[in-house]
């Protein structure tokens, strides 16, 4: 009974054990919470007083504004100045050879000499390539021998005619046999005509077995080697030639310059051309306007024109692609700005110039020409002024500004 009776006490303990421990994990964690949301609210409440001001300079309308222009930006400036303008357009082209010519065979045989190295510079009758000559001289050889008896046939049936001539006035021989003889003579003569042409052909054939360069210009790889079988004008050339200096540029330009452009081109005017590389920052040759295309692309509103550059220094390449810009005036003493001042809104072109106080002031503009690096201004600046060229995309009407040097 005394046993039964200390069960029944500690079973209770035990059960007041494990409650209390339960109220402690609790505890805990309600604690931490509470401590870290103290922590935070204090975090919160500090960030006004770290922003440079009394707690009330962020409450309000306009504070972010006030802060933006309480700032100094830091900014590039130019004067704005005088100077020669030229209107250049400007265009994609590519580089195409001045010619190209694919050289072919006109008689059929082997070949026996290739007389070039590939990618070899070469003159207009440069020797390329030999082709078995024995037929063909045997083919002049037969036509020489052939004329040759046809012409002493020839002068035999002559010296008839003026025998039977001879005759007749001694009325010795019938009228009809000195006219059977004339006939004889005439058709000699046709003939010696078409012996003649024989022979030529022969010999303009046998000259055909040395196939010479066309133009000048660069060779490219050769399509046969020694001892291959080629064919009279066959489809595939043996090699070809394109003539890169001079070279042309077929380039592209807006049908709105087309007025003014065609109207110069027309009174014989030089239209200068300046070839920039693929990513227009060097310059790679300048040359002069050649023809234009008779018709206007209707799917993209564009003229093709051409170009013709000297490439002495053969920096141009056949099917290379380059930009291009098209001068077609000059604008003297224009009032010029670097484009890159230039910014647009709805309300039309603006920019931003140094006023009092070293603020920026946000002006309109009305522009002119532009040769992509400068633009002319027509309105709303004057000559001496500094204008903001980096560092706009962080201003506004106002904003404190620091001009560095």
């Known amino acids: 009974m005394a046993n039964q009776t200390q069960e029944n006490v500690k079973k209770p303990s035990k059960r007041l054990q494990l409650a209390i ?26 960030q006004p007083q770290s922003a440079g001001g009394p707690p009330s300079s962020g409450n309000g309308p306009g504070a972010g504004a006030r802060g933006r222009f309480a700032m100094v930006t830091p900014v590039r400036v130019e004067t704005v100045q005088q100077k020669d303008m030229e209107v250049r357009v400007p265009g994609l082209g590519t580089v195409t050879a001045f010619n190209t010519v694919g050289v072919r065979s006109q008689v059929s045989g082997p070949v026996v000499q290739i007389a070039f190295t590939e990618g070899q510079e070469v003159k207009q009758g440069d020797l390329l390539f030999e082709i078995d000559p024995r037929p063909f001289q045997i083919q002049l050889q037969q036509a020489q021998g052939q004329q040759a008896r ?20 001694q009325d010795s021989i019938a009228r009809q046999q000195v006219d059977t003889q004339a006939a004889l003579v005439k058709r000699l003569e046709a003939q010696a005509y078409s012996d003649k042409a024989v022979v030529d052909e022969a010999r303009l054939n046998l000259a055909y077995t040395r196939v ?17 079988l080629v064919t009279a004008n066959s489809a595939d050339a043996l090699v070809t030639i394109t003539q890169v200096k001079p070279i042309s540029v077929v380039f592209s330009m807006p049908e709105i310059h087309l007025a003014e452009v065609a109207t110069q081109y027309a009174q014989g005017a030089r239209l200068e051309v300046t070839l920039m590389d693929r990513d227009n920052r060097q310059e ?45 005036r000059q604008v003297p003493q224009a009032m010029a700005i670097s484009t890159d001042a230039i910014q647009n809104s709805s309300n039309g072109p603006f920019l931003f110039r140094v006023g009092k106080d070293n603020t920026a ?20 600046v004057a000559l001496g002024e500094q204008i903001i060229t980096e560092g706009v995309d962080r201003l506004r009407n106002g904003s404190k500004i620091e001009i560095i040097q």
């Open 212 to 228: 010479l360069a066309p133009i000048d210009g660069r060779l490219g790889l050769r399509n046969v080697d020694v001892g291959n």
């Open 21 to 46: 421990f339960v109220l402690i994990v609790i505890g805990g964690y309600y604690g931490w919470q509470y401590f870290l949301n103290s922590s935070t609210g204090n975090n919160i409440a500090a």
């Open 150 to 169: 046809n012409a002493a046939e020839l002068a035999n049936a002559r010296q008839d005619l003026k025998r039977y001539q001879t005759l007749f006035k």
């Open 284 to 328: 790679l040759a300048t040359g002069e306007l050649a023809s234009m295309d008779n018709l206007v692309d209707v799917s993209t509103g564009t003229i093709r024109l051409k170009a013709n550059f000297s490439n002495e220094d053969e920096r141009l390449f056949p099917n290379q692609f380059v930009n291009t810009r098209l001068k077609i």
């Open 361 to 380: 002031e946000m002006v309109p503009v009305k522009l002119g020409v532009t040769d992509g690096i400068y633009t002319q201004v027509l309105e709303g």
